[in-house]
């Protein structure tokens, strides 16, 4: 990194083997030069950084979880711009759109002069992390956990950097208490009676959601056995290996044009093989619903226990 400083501005220039950044004065990109020193409040975010977060009227979210925390604590009309994930609430996510997280442009959030930056942890990519946390914008990574536990952890965080502690704190009670009420609908179901549960991404790569992923975690906690939990991430599944996992039910996003439907994905040679092909079973599921653990995953592993066991949810 070289650079050179001018009173408050400050140009950077950031190299990498397929990437140069020129970054303009800070004196422009940020509302105002030094107020990062001036703010009271401070976080420490997913990184482990300490961040004073400023006035947080223009915020910039980058992940479908950030977002809906962001709007759950009654601060979306504070947002300016959000990712191309974020479709969630549709008054919100019709604001300007930077882009997929994991491929930002530091040139294209910047130039939307935000005062603030929420960004989901998997943002990306590495060269465009490392200028955004040199900015004298703040930027504030949310952390990437799927469980509970999480959840009030990103709502705590962001309910701090918007210096909306009361209001984050009933907002967590809210969420908490529904997810424990979707998990104990699914408790309920026998160990012999689960069903096992494969969540694909789509169907060009058949791609898998495997352990540490949240389609994962919502699939157990929804009382469903992910046979992909054996490796880690999203991974192809083969026709060998679908015939060994032999999954009961296929689980998808919505692609927003009324599909992914049974035909398509049962026509797929891969998945013809499979139990779930003899009887049709698919569940189609909001995508925002299934990409990060927010205030509507509750919904989402009650909507999908609804679907896997009908006779225990109708029992409820």
Request: with cysteine; hydrophobic share 45%; charged share 25%.
């Amino acid at each position: 990194m070289v650079g050179s400083d001018s009173g408050c501005g400050q140009v950077r220039w950031f190299r990498s083997s397929n990437m140069a950044v020129l970054l303009l004065a800070l004196s422009v990109l940020a509302p105002s030069c030094g107020f990062k020193a001036l703010a009271a409040e401070t976080v420490v975010d997913a990184s482990g950084r300490t961040v004073a977060t400023g006035p947080a009227t223009r915020i910039l979210t980058l992940g479908s979880d950030v977002i809906e925390i962001v709007d759950a604590l009654g601060a979306g009309e504070r947002i300016i711009a959000v990712d191309r994930g974020s479709k969630y609430p549709a008054a919100v996510a019709q604001k300007p759109n930077v882009g997929y997280r994991r491929q930002l442009s530091v040139e294209g959030l910047v130039g939307l002069r935000p005062d603030l930056i929420l960004a989901a942890e998997d943002s990306g990519p590495p060269e465009a992390v490392e200028v955004l946390k040199s900015l004298a914008i703040p930027v504030v990574f949310v952390p990437e956990d799927n469980s509970p536990q999480g959840i009030e952890r990103k709502i705590t965080l962001i309910a701090a950097a918007l210096s909306l502690e009361d209001k984050g704190r009933e907002v967590s009670r809210r969420v908490l208490d529904a997810f424990r009420a979707a998990a104990d609908l699914a408790a309920k179901i026998p160990a012999e009676r689960r069903k096992k549960v494969v969540f694909f991404h789509g169907l060009v790569r058949l791609s898998a959601a495997g352990a540490g992923t949240a389609a994962d975690a919502i699939i157990r906690y929804a009382g469903g056995i992910n046979p992909m939990a054996v490796v880690k991430g999203y991974k192809p599944a083969s026709e060998e290996k679908l015939i060994e996992m032999a999954p009961d039910v296929i689980l998808m996003m919505s692609d927003g044009k009324g599909g992914p439907t049974a035909e398509q994905v049962f026509g797929t040679r891969a998945l013809s093989a499979t139990p779930a092909a003899k009887t049709k079973a698919l569940i189609v599921l909001d995508g925002a619903y299934m990409i990060g653990f927010g205030p509507r995953t509750a919904d989402a592993i009650r909507d999908l226990a609804q679907a896997l066991y009908p006779e225990v949810a109708d029992a409820d």
